[in-house]
């Protein structure tokens, strides 16, 4: 870039590649505040600049001029419709000690470099702007306040703000208006200053490291988001985010990529509104502050992100379809979870696989598997604060889960037809019932050897059967020490040697009953 006189530009370019490695902390507030207008000013005498009649740009203001700028709407007749880029053919305004300027909403296109390394303090571009060049405007360090469009346009956003337009190192305050549909590139990379951030709402996708490197404590994200890319908010120092709202009524449409907001280490609450839909593996990672998490009600698929949590209770609501295994993993603070809970859009579909295992959620209290939940497999084992369980009517299907628990009663739906590996060694179980007096279809259910075996037996004192079951395997229940009562139901066709070493007095075997296998009680 050519500089004329004495002066010097030093560019600082943080690549969308290298931000996207890292994460951005940013705070922002909602676009609530009123664009300013510009004072009634008359235009800078014309004299001032050089002028392509032909193409309706300026390429030129004499350095003499006035350090205030009002950029005419036409000149000897011709509107105005450009500044532009700074270069060997033209110098533009750069370098001009320029300290404010105010647009006519007549220019559609500011060129590369054309307004960098002057003294700029508020700058405000025109709702008009159409394309804005690289570096249009760094190196204006005193530069405190910048409005990229006005929150009051109506029209079609036109703008895209791409390629690191602004290494601005003092500014405080960015406000970004309805006329930017993306934002791309590290944009807005490098803002070390930032305190506040207002994105409009036109703005639907934010990629590649464009507000990384930010310290800001709040940061909200419109409705009409609907990509948020790898890198974009990395590196940073953000509290609190809100994306989107929980008014929105649209279908949910915002992707979440890998990365988004890599090694924000710092947020401490995230809540998401109804327009969101994916949410990527590491999207958010590390989430060593995080102590408050609100996944709204559209979100749909979760990939392995919210690692090393400190948040207590974990709703996971009703429209998930999908959980990477070890999503939430390290959440060693977690007490209360609930999956899959609330109104339904379509069947219950979730599938549990390889979840909440471990010591990862070692103060795991209590469960709540909502309608959404189908299956369970290779989940919720060796949770040794686990006390409460409860198991919605729309699960089928339970496999190598619940084994190591401190669970004193368990109850089993009608729905379920499969357990298998599961339920062992939960040495305070004391009481287990399995399907409904009520049940009126065949029953399904048949109790396969492998399930609650172990230390399992050692407390329970109460099996209680409803009508959904069909048969009893040998060693289901094994050596049952303090088993005082037993309700096999009405259902069940046959028993294989379970119940050894009980308190029974009483045995009522029903005439459902055509097969008990030797040594059975």
Same mark, same amino acid.
């Given at each position: 870039?050519?500089?004329?006189?004495?002066?010097?530009?030093?560019?600082?370019?943080?690549?969308?590649?290298?931000?996207?490695?890292?994460?951005?902390?940013?705070?922002?507030?909602?676009?609530?505040?009123?664009?300013?207008?510009?004072?009634?000013?008359?235009?800078?005498?014309?004299?001032?600049?050089?002028?392509?009649?032909?193409?309706?740009?300026?390429?030129?203001?004499?350095?003499?001029?006035?350090?205030?700028?009002?950029?005419?709407?036409?000149?000897?007749?011709?509107?105005?419709?450009?500044?532009?880029?700074?270069?060997?053919?033209?110098?533009?305004?750069?370098?001009?000690?320029?300290?404010?300027?105010?647009?006519?909403?007549?220019?559609?296109?500011?060129?590369?470099?054309?307004?960098?390394?002057?003294?700029?303090?508020?700058?405000?571009?025109?709702?008009?702007?159409?394309?804005?060049?690289?570096?249009?405007?760094?190196?204006?360090?005193?530069?405190?306040?910048?409005?990229?469009?006005?929150?009051?346009?109506?029209?079609?956003?036109?703008?895209?703000?791409?390629?690191?337009?602004?290494?601005?190192?003092?500014?405080?305050?960015?406000?970004?208006?309805?006329?930017?549909?993306?934002?791309?590139?590290?944009?807005?990379?490098?803002?070390?200053?930032?305190?506040?951030?207002?994105?409009?709402?036109?703005?639907?996708?934010?990629?590649?490291?464009?507000?990384?490197?930010?310290?800001?404590?709040?940061?909200?994200?419109?409705?009409?988001?609907?990509?948020?890319?790898?890198?974009?908010?990395?590196?940073?120092?953000?509290?609190?985010?809100?994306?989107?709202?929980?008014?929105?009524?649209?279908?949910?449409?915002?992707?979440?990529?890998?990365?988004?907001?890599?090694?924000?280490?710092?947020?401490?609450?995230?809540?998401?509104?109804?327009?969101?839909?994916?949410?990527?593996?590491?999207?958010?990672?590390?989430?060593?502050?995080?102590?408050?998490?609100?996944?709204?009600?559209?979100?749909?698929?979760?990939?392995?992100?919210?690692?090393?949590?400190?948040?207590?209770?974990?709703?996971?609501?009703?429209?998930?379809?999908?959980?990477?295994?070890?999503?939430?993993?390290?959440?060693?603070?977690?007490?209360?979870?609930?999956?899959?809970?609330?109104?339904?859009?379509?069947?219950?579909?979730?599938?549990?696989?390889?979840?909440?295992?471990?010591?990862?959620?070692?103060?795991?209290?209590?469960?709540?598997?909502?309608?959404?939940?189908?299956?369970?497999?290779?989940?919720?084992?060796?949770?040794?604060?686990?006390?409460?369980?409860?198991?919605?009517?729309?699960?089928? !299907?339970?496999?190598? =889960? *619940?084994?190591?628990?401190? $669970?004193?009663? @368990?109850?089993?739906?009608? &729905? %379920?037809? #499969? /357990? +298998?590996?599961?339920?062992?060694?939960?040495?305070?179980?004391?009481?287990?019932?399995?399907?409904?007096?009520?049940?009126?279809?065949?029953?399904?259910?048949?109790?396969?050897?492998?399930?609650?075996?172990?230390?399992?037996?050692?407390?329970?004192?109460?099996?209680?059967?409803?009508?959904?079951?069909?048969?009893?395997?040998?060693?289901?229940?094994?050596?049952?020490?303090?088993?005082?009562?037993?309700?096999?139901?009405?259902?069940?066709? !046959?028993?294989?040697? =379970? *119940?050894?070493?009980?308190? $029974?007095?009483? @045995?009522?075997?029903?005439? &459902? %009953?055509? #097969? /008990? +296998?030797?040594?059975?009680?």
């Amino acid at each position: 870039m050519k500089v004329s006189g004495s002066s010097k530009i030093k560019i600082k370019v943080i690549g969308a590649l290298g931000c996207g490695l890292f994460l951005a902390a940013v705070s922002i507030l909602s676009f609530s505040k009123i664009q300013k207008t510009a004072f009634a000013a008359e235009p800078t005498d014309s004299s001032y600049f050089t002028f392509d009649e032909h193409t309706g740009a300026i390429t030129d203001k004499n350095i003499d001029g006035p350090k205030d700028v009002v950029i005419p709407e036409e000149i000897n007749g011709v509107q105005v419709t450009s500044i532009a880029q700074y270069g060997q053919t033209y110098s533009s305004f750069q370098g001009k000690n320029l300290t404010s300027v105010v647009f006519p909403q007549t220019i559609k296109s500011i060129g590369s470099g054309a307004f960098a390394n002057n003294n700029l303090t508020e700058l405000t571009l025109p709702d008009s702007l159409e394309e804005l060049g690289m570096y249009a405007f760094s190196q204006n360090d005193n530069l405190r306040e910048l409005t990229v469009s006005s929150q009051d346009y109506q029209g079609t956003p036109k703008l895209t703000v791409h390629d690191n337009f602004f290494n601005l190192p003092n500014l405080k305050i960015l406000n970004v208006g309805n006329n930017v549909s993306n934002i791309t590139n590290g944009s807005f990379s490098n803002l070390l200053a930032l305190e506040t951030l207002n994105l409009g709402n036109s703005v639907s996708v934010i990629t590649n490291g464009s507000f990384c490197f930010m310290n800001i404590d709040v940061l909200n994200i419109p409705d009409s988001v609907e990509m948020i890319g790898g890198g974009t908010f990395s590196r940073g120092f953000i509290k609190s985010i809100n994306i989107g709202t929980s008014n929105y009524q649209g279908g949910p449409k915002l992707t979440i990529q890998s990365g988004s907001f890599l090694d924000t280490n710092h947020i401490q609450s995230i809540t998401f509104g109804n327009s969101i839909k994916e949410i990527g593996d590491g999207a958010f990672y590390d989430l060593t502050s995080l102590i408050y998490l609100d996944l709204g009600n559209s979100v749909q698929s979760i990939g392995k992100s919210f690692t090393n949590t400190k948040i207590q209770q974990l709703v996971i609501p009703a429209s998930v379809n999908h959980i990477t295994p070890d999503t939430f993993s390290g959440s060693n603070s977690l007490k209360y979870l609930l999956i899959g809970e609330g109104e339904l859009t379509e069947s219950a579909n979730l599938e549990v696989v390889s979840l909440f295992n471990g010591a990862n959620y070692s103060s795991l209290e209590a469960i709540v598997l909502g309608r959404r939940v189908v299956s369970v497999e290779t989940s919720f084992a060796s949770l040794p604060a686990l006390k409460n369980l409860i198991i919605s009517d729309s699960i089928t !299907s339970i496999k190598s =889960s *619940f084994s190591g628990t401190q $669970l004193e009663a @368990l109850f089993i739906p009608n &729905s %379920v037809t #499969s /357990i +298998t590996s599961s339920f062992n060694d939960n040495p305070a179980l004391k009481m287990v019932r399995i399907g409904t007096k009520g049940y009126q279809g065949e029953p399904v259910l048949a109790l396969v050897v492998g399930s609650f075996s172990g230390t399992t037996q050692s407390a329970v004192e109460q099996i209680i059967f409803g009508n959904n079951v069909k048969s009893i395997a040998s060693g289901v229940f094994y050596s049952t020490p303090n088993l005082a009562q037993l309700d096999l139901g009405e259902s069940i066709q !046959s028993i294989g040697a =379970s *119940f050894y070493y009980n308190k $029974l007095q009483e @045995l009522v075997i029903p005439d &459902s %009953v055509s #097969s /008990i +296998t030797d040594g059975g009680f």
